[in-house]
C-alpha cells in the first residue's frame, strides 16, 4: 500500500519547519522585546502574544502532533486524552492569534480615529489586559475540542495498525459538539474576518483622508514640506497592512476550506487522503505553520530597526561562535625562519 503523496510532503515539511520556523518565532519575540524599534509598548505587546501563540502553534503541530505521527507510535508515548489536550492547545492558538490581530486592528483604529477613546483605551496597561483576556478567553472557548477529537485506528502503509488524533467519527450524534462544531466556523471565521476587514478599512480611510488635509495645509508655495507626522502614520499602516494581510494569506484559505466542509453534502471523509478537499486542507495546515516563517520576513521588510536589531544580533552570534571556534584551536608554535 503506497504512501499518499500529501502525506509524504508531510512527513517532510513539518521536522524542516521545527527547525526553521521555531527558532524564527523565538528570534522574533526576542528582538521585539529587547530591541530599540521606536515602537510604541501596546505595539511591542501585541507582536510579542503573536509571536508567542506561534511558537505554541508551532510544538503542537509540528512535535507534538504531526511528527510524533510520522516517527513515534502515539500509543506508546503518550496516553489517550493527550489526543484531546493537543488539539485543545492547537485551538487556544488558533483563537488567540486570530482575535489577537483583531485586537491589534482595533488598537491602532482607535488610536488613529478615536481622539478620546485612545487616551484610556490605548495604554500599555489596558493593553496587558487585552491579550490576558484574548488568551483565557480563546482557551475557555476551545475546551469543547478535548472531546472532538479522539485517536482513530489506521493502517500504514506497511500494513501495521496506527493511531492517529483525528476528529469524532460520530461527531454528530453528540448534540453539544455537533453545535459547537458550527459555532466554531463562526467564532474563528466569520466575526474576525468581518471585524478585520471594517477596522482596518476605517483606520486606512481615516489616515488618507487626514493625511491629504495636513498635506494641503502644509504646502508651501506648491512645495510639500516633509511631515514627520505623516511619515509616522504611513509607517504604521505599512505594518498594519501587512500583518492584516499576511493574516489573510495563511489562514483565509483554512477557512474556506472550513466552510466547504460545511455545506459539502454527503461529508468528506477526512481519511481519504487522495480527496481535493482533505488535500486542500492539509496544504491549508502547512500554510499556517510557515506563517511563523513568513512574520519574520515581514517584519524585517517594513520594520527598519527590527531589520537593523536582527542583523546585529546575527553579527554578535556569528562573532561568539568564531571566538569560541579559535580558542579550541591548538597554539601554533613559533616558526624559526633562520634554522637550517
Known amino acids: 500500500m503506497e504512501e499518499p503523496w500529501i502525506r509524504t510532503i508531510q512527513r517532510l515539511f513539518y521536522p524542516i519547519m521545527c527547525v526553521f520556523g521555531l527558532p524564527a518565532s523565538i528570534v522574533t519575540m526576542a ?49 489517550e486524552p493527550s489526543c484531546g489536550v493537543s488539539n485543545w492547545i492547537y485551538f487556544t492558538c488558533v483563537y488567540s492569534l486570530t482575535w489577537l490581530t483583531v485586537a491589534f486592528s482595533f488598537d491602532r483604529y482607535v488610536i488613529v480615529c478615536c481622539m478620546k477613546l485612545k487616551l484610556r483605551y490605548c495604554r500599555p496597561s489596558v493593553t496587558r489586559w487585552v491579550i490576558l483576556g484574548v488568551y483565557t478567553s480563546a482557551f475557555l472557548v476551545a475546551m469543547p475540542t478535548f472531546w472532538m477529537y479522539v485517536p482513530i485506528r489506521t493502517t500504514r502503509p506497511d500494513g501495521t495498525i496506527f493511531h492517529i488524533c483525528s476528529l469524532h467519527r460520530n461527531l454528530s450524534s453528540i448534540p453539544f459538539l455537533s453545535v459547537y462544531d458550527h459555532i466554531q466556523t463562526t467564532v474563528w471565521i466569520v466575526f474576525p474576518l468581518v471585524s478585520l476587514i471594517l477596522t482596518n478599512g476605517l483606520t486606512v480611510w481615516h489616515i488618507t483622508m487626514t493625511t491629504r488635509v495636513r498635506q494641503f495645509l502644509k504646502t508651501n508655495g506648491g512645495k510639500q514640506s516633509d511631515d514627520p507626522e505623516v511619515l509616522r502614520r504611513k509607517k504604521s499602516v505599512t505594518l498594519l497592512a501587512m500583518i492584516s494581510i499576511s493574516f489573510l494569506a495563511h489562514w483565509l ?3 474556506v476550506v472550513k466552510v466547504v466542509e460545511r455545506v459539502t453534502y454527503p461529508p468528506v471523509n ?11 486542507r492539509m496544504l491549508c495546515n502547512m500554510l499556517i505553520v510557515f506563517s511563523s516563517f513568513s512574520n519574520v520576513c515581514i517584519y524585517s521588510l517594513t520594520v527598519t530597526k527590527f531589520r537593523e ?32
Open 31 to 79: 528582538v521585539l522585546w529587547k530591541g530599540n524599534l521606536d515602537m510604541s509598548k501596546s505595539i511591542v505587546y501585541y507582536l510579542v502574544s503573536l509571536a508567542v501563540a506561534n511558537i505554541l502553534l508551532i510544538l503542537v503541530v509540528t512535535i507534538f502532533r504531526d511528527i510524533f505521527y510520522f516517527y513515534v507510535d502515539f500509543t506508546l508515548y503518550w496516553p
Open 253 to 255: 484559505p483554512k477557512m
Open 270 to 280: 477526512r481519511y481519504d487522503f487522495y480527496h481535493p478537499v482533505n488535500v486542500v
Open 309 to 340: 536589531e536582527l542583523f546585529r544580533g546575527v553579527k554578535v552570534v556569528l562573532t561568539i561562535l568564531c571566538r569560541n571556534s579559535t580558542s579550541y584551536l591548538p597554539p601554533s608554535k613559533p616558526m624559526n625562519v633562520f634554522a637550517i
